[in-house]
């Protein structure tokens, strides 16, 4: 899967064209808040960010992919006078940028360099920045609930710290894994220490003698 998010319909056809005919699968969108909406972060997948978009510009969008747990490596496609914003993308961990209009070799050739880049999922699991990037799939709660599992407590010590059931920690926890894509308690836990989760001291800090009016939520 590619998504290709440009403002530029004749740039979004003439992409999808050259794409869908190497073997790919496309979905096109008109705007980053557009494809924030839309796209499915579950899925494996390609972006390919407009640099200059109004609303939210290709760059603020790589930034936002992150925060939102879209895990997907990012090509920025930039006109003649972006490429300082390009090299601003790649230091923030594009994988390559293109200069329109891109020829047809250089798009495949980096389309196939950024679905390389997914292939060691072993090696990501090792990276902080891809174990942050894991935590953006998940909501505030199931991440206490992952950081709580992370310092070795058991579902009980949990939940009263957290101020609901054990139940409902359990049922937290089996999303998290699903979320994470994990099949294993041991690969979440690795993510979450990758994370920086895991934190003994702060989890007494942040979360004992809170008291929660629901304790059962």
């Known amino acids: ?32 808040e557009a494809f924030l909406k839309g796209a499915d972060k579950m899925v494996p997948a390609c972006a390919m960010l407009d640099i200059r978009m109004p609303g939210m510009d290709g760059l603020a969008l790589q930034l936002e992919m992150k925060a939102q747990g879209f895990n997907f490596p990012v090509i920025i496609l930039s006109g003649h006078g972006d490429i300082g914003m390009a090299v601003q993308a790649m230091q923030a961990g594009a994988v390559d940028f293109l200069q329109k209009p891109a020829d047809r070799q250089h798009v495949l050739e980096s389309v196939a360099n950024a679905f390389a880049s997914m292939d060691n999922s072993e090696d990501q699991r090792n990276r902080a920045e891809w174990a942050k990037t894991q935590l953006g799939r998940l909501t505030a709660r199931e991440q206490e609930v992952l950081d709580g599992l992370a310092c070795g407590y058991p579902n009980k010590t949990i939940a009263y710290d957290l101020g609901i059931s054990a139940r409902t920690v359990e049922v937290y926890r089996a999303n998290l894994m699903e979320k994470l894509g994990v099949n294993s308690f041991a690969d979440a836990l690795r993510i979450a220490f990758a994370a920086g989760l895991g934190s003994e001291r702060q989890w007494l800090e942040s979360h004992t003698l809170i008291v929660r009016e629901h304790p059962q939520e």
Do not use: P
């Open 1 to 32: 899967m590619i998504h290709i998010v440009d403002d530029d319909e004749g740039v979004r056809r003439s992409l999808d064209f050259l794409l869908t005919h190497a073997g790919y699968a496309v979905q096109r969108w008109d705007s980053a």
